[in-house]
């Protein structure tokens, strides 16, 4: 879990990719949604 603010996209998914969760669903704020974003994750 980060606590915060999430800086970039990048940071959020490395940090998923290296706890090597399956299946995570993510939650943010209306801050976070853009469609860049969305494809990214």
Known sequence: M???SV???S???LAVRESGACG???V???GF???NN???L
């Open 33 to 35: 949604y853009s469609r």
């Open 28 to 30: 943010g704020d209306k």
């Open 2 to 4: 980060l606590a915060g």
């Open 7 to 9: 800086g970039s996209v």
């Open 24 to 26: 995570v669903v993510l």
């Open 38 to 40: 969305r494809e990214e």
């Open 11 to 13: 940071s959020l998914e």
